[in-house]
């Protein structure tokens, strides 16, 4: 073979994986609405990628690239590294030449401190190869064994633009963030057909497993987005908050001024009748820098907001009670869901904002059968161990041990503020009552006691005083107008950001679950 002949061929190698599956299943993938993964790639980097390994595995067997595809280009100007499935190639599955170069994309992910983007779409381990790759060191779990090694340490994202079953439905289960496609995406530990086998239910597979089922209720999903493009889109916006890894600090950006109209409404947008629900996304948005919200599961949980921002410029993580929906009180998936959010902000040094506005957890037999204790002992611990700059702001109602689940002052955030809306009590004037005066209220005749209810809740609510907290008690280090809080907070956060992070030391902690 002359050397013309040899670069022909090395030539033809290459485009045959470059081009990936061909015929009826590429056909049917595109039909579907969904794009090619060198496609997804294209809107993905910043102008291409740096280099790809492995491109030519599986080429002696007609598996262009193994069904994978591993490489490492510019998102945002940074370097990030990409495993993303081809389900062109053998319906994206995962055979022995795709495993190591999975792993070793994880490796260099972990050794170059670079964030780790997993794209996928694939219909999991190839089962006809099981024997030699199920069982053993050198097995598929090395995939999710690497994932937590890496936790905390480089971000991790997942864009599931297809299926995700069996074991690699925990692919997204250990990233950080989890972007679905509605419609497309889907993860579950067993197949309908395998429900209807051997449990004998029928359902489909968006009922299974779909991406609205695991956005709005199981919480596996974090984002959902209509298309491949914007899931894309929003891998990369969320990882523009992040830094690299753990041991840097989050990157600022441009400031902006927060949107004008709610701004302009900002001093009145809260109620100061407690029992007076308000969407707390039209405080937030006086708050913050225009547009850069990006909320982390928003379908899922609703009383509690969740999301990253920036204050002039700068990333912050806010955690606030919503008393649009179910009045803002925790439930346990409220605390699920806020717990996650903050274990991630403190692991990649983003600031955390607090927004209070609850009167505690949920009570009753039904959410205690949840193991609401369990759950709402995961909040709190979160919000205690976490040692980035830290402020909690009482906006309204600051009750009971939501008070603390919320960062409360017996936390140790970096400043309690408050608005003159704050009710700072142990209990609502409703409870209080209730508890102290039951037995005197049951004496009375029916007729008298709505009036002695009203009155001793009047002089109850006399003593939930703001001022009356931060005077008395160093409850709040400051009583501000909601027109004055972004300055304070933009201010307070660079300075509380040049203090030394309040690492416990100890080799883990021994979470709720």
């Not at 040899?6 to 609405?33: F, M, N, P, T």
């Not at 029992?275 to 225009?290: A, C, K, R, S, T």
């Not at 609850?358 to 949840?370: A, C, D, L, P, R």
């Not at 161990?385 to 603390?404: D, F, H, Q, T, W």
Request: proline share 5%; charged share 25%; hydrophobic share 40%.
């Amino acid at each position: 073979m002359t050397h013309e002949e040899g670069l022909a061929k090395l030539e033809a190698k290459r485009q045959s994986a470059l081009a990936g599956g061909q015929g009826k299943v590429r056909d049917k993938h595109i039909e579907a609405g969904k794009l090619l993964v060198r496609q997804r790639l294209e809107i993905l980097f910043d102008d291409g990628f740096d280099f790809e390994d492995g491109l030519l595995a599986g080429s002696e067997r007609d598996l262009p690239g193994d069904g994978i595809v591993t490489v490492i280009g510019k998102v945002n100007g940074r370097d990030v590294a990409v495993v993303a499935n081809d389900m062109t190639v053998k319906a994206g599955t995962w055979g022995p030449q795709a495993l190591l170069k999975f792993n070793r994309m994880q490796e260099l992910a972990l050794e170059t401190g670079i964030p780790l983007l997993y794209l996928v779409d694939s219909a999991g381990a190839r089962i006809d190869q099981q024997k030699e790759l199920f069982l053993g060191r050198n097995g598929w779990g090395n995939i999710w064994y690497n994932q937590v090694q890496i936790s905390g340490r480089v971000p991790q994202v997942c864009v599931l633009f297809g299926p995700s079953p069996a074991g690699a439905a925990y692919v997204p289960g250990l990233c950080d963030l989890v972007i679905m496609v509605d419609k497309q995406a889907s993860a579950y530990l067993g197949s309908p057909r395998m429900a209807k086998m051997t449990i004998f239910e029928d359902v489909t597979e968006e009922q299974m497993g779909g991406a609205r089922l695991h956005c709005m209720f199981s919480g596996l999903g974090d984002v959902l987005v209509k298309n491949d493009a914007e899931g894309i889109e929003k891998a990369k916006q969320f990882l523009s908050y992040l830094p690299l890894n753990w041991t840097e600090n989050a990157p600022s950006a441009q400031a902006t001024e927060p949107n004008a109209e709610a701004v302009g409404k900002i001093d009145t947008v809260v109620p100061i009748n407690q029992n007076v629900p308000y969407d707390v996304h039209q405080l937030i948005d006086g708050l913050i820098d225009e547009g850069s919200f990006f909320e982390v599961k928003e379908l899922y949980a609703k009383e509690m907001t969740v999301g990253m921002a920036r204050l002039g410029g700068q990333p912050v993580g806010i955690v606030a009670n919503n008393s649009k929906h179910k009045g803002g009180v925790i439930f346990s998936d409220t605390s699920d869901k806020a717990a996650r959010f903050i274990w991630l902000c403190n692991a990649y040094n983003v600031p955390l904002l607090f927004l209070q506005d609850v009167s505690g957890y949920m009570i009753g037999s039904s959410v205690e059968k949840s193991g609401i204790i369990r759950h709402g002992a995961k909040l709190l611990s979160a919000v205690c161990e976490s040692s980035v700059p830290r402020i909690c702001v009482l906006v309204r109602k600051a009750y009971g041990g939501g008070y603390l689940a919320m960062s409360g002052a017996p936390t140790h955030p970096d400043a309690m503020l408050a608005l003159p809306t704050a009710l700072p009590a142990l209990v609502g004037p409703e409870a209080a009552v209730n508890a102290i005066h039951y037995n005197r209220i049951m004496e009375l005749p029916e007729e008298e006691r709505a009036d002695f209810v009203k009155q001793k809740r009047d002089e109850f609510a006399k003593d939930i005083d703001v001022y009356r907290a931060a005077a008395d008690s160093f409850a709040a280090e400051d009583v501000l107008p909601a027109s004055r809080l972004r300055d304070d907070l933009i201010k307070r956060f660079r300075i509380y950001s040049r203090r030394d992070a309040k690492v416990i030391n100890r080799r883990s902690a021994v979470h709720p679950v």
